[in-house]
Structures are given as C-alpha cells and as structure tokens.
C-alpha cells in the first residue's frame, strides 16, 4: 500500500512539473463544496440535518484547447460521521467551456485516485467526478458537483465496499493567473 502512495504521489508531480512547464498558462483555484443531503436532511444512517461533509480542492488549469482545458490538483474531504471520515487525493479532469455559446458556463469530468481514513484505517479508493461551474465574476463560480466514491472504508467497518453517490454544493475561487 505505501508503494502505491509513493507512486501516485510522484506520477502527480512529474504531472504537474511537465505541465507547468509545457502547457500551464492559465490558473491556480480552490473550490469548497458541501454535501447538500447531509446539510439540508440528513441521511437515514444515523447523520442528523446540517452533517458537516466539505470536500476542498486545490487545482491548476492548463493551456486553452479547440473545446476546453486540462485540469488537476489534489482533494480533500472531511465527514462530520460516525468515527470520522477523511478522503484525500489526487484529481485529474478536462474541462469543457466551448461546448455551447456561453463561455461563463464549465463542465468538468475527473477521475480521483487516493485513501480513506476512517477509524484507525487507512484504504485506497478512487471517486468520478461531474462538475459544473458557472462564473459569477472573474474571481468566483458558483459549483455544483456530482460525485460517485468507492467506500473502501466501509469495508473495514461492515464487510462490503459499496460505490456511493453524492451531490455538493459549493464555490470556487481564483487565486492566481499565471498570465
């Protein structure tokens, strides 16, 4: 298992330093969202309304292509659950914004590769991803994100992995252009 890790760690940094060297132009952003079903109802496994569930990201854009642009960064998720829950990793996605006439409008697939933590354990899982963004500003975009993850963790705690679906709510900043 610290094999993978320490794979995955570097193939994201020789990623991220050929892109940057090759093809980054664009930017640096943080996006914060929320599980909307955990804050607004709660779930029927024992989380009340208002379960705090944030996943942050932190990603670099690249170069503008014919349709969009490539995109990755690093993920993490922190669950308010029962005995804790943090999801951490690496994402990886192309990000369509010529697709249709209005340029303020961005859908994002990714794929994301990492580990859970919960009580005591640490397992590797990945997530798929479809983001949508829409600008508000140069600086801020209003979120939604449509996500699928591999619950390894629940294998530790009740003996099946199971892929669950989850939808967030949040915003994305800018930090930087690198124009």
């Known amino acids: 298992m610290k094999t993978n890790k320490k794979n995955s760690l570097l193939f994201f940094l020789l990623l991220f330093t050929c892109s940057l060297f090759f093809y980054g132009q664009n930017s640096l952003k943080i996006s914060l969202h929320q599980d909307l079903k955990l804050l607004v109802t709660g779930d029927n496994l024992g989380n009340k309304t208002g379960t705090l569930d944030l996943i942050t990201r932190l990603k670099h854009e ?15 998720e922190r669950a308010q659950i029962a005995y804790g829950f943090t999801r951490y990793g690496a994402i990886f996605g192309f990000t369509f914004n010529r697709i249709i006439n209005d340029s303020n409008f961005h859908i994002t697939p990714l794929i994301g590769l990492g580990n859970i ?33 591999e619950r390894t963790d629940l294998g530790h705690l009740y003996t099946k992995t199971v892929n669950r679906y989850s939808f967030f709510i949040g915003l994305e900043i800018n930090l930087y252009s690198f124009n």
Request: proline fraction near 0%; glycine fraction near 8%.
């Open 117 to 149: 933590y919960r009580k005591g354990h640490n397992s590797s899982s990945w997530s798929g991803s479809l983001e949508f963004n829409y600008s508000i500003n140069k600086k801020i975009k209003i979120s939604t994100l449509n996500q699928i993850t």
């Open 62 to 76: 690249n170069k503008q292509l014919s349709y969009g642009y490539f995109n990755y960064g690093f993920e993490l």
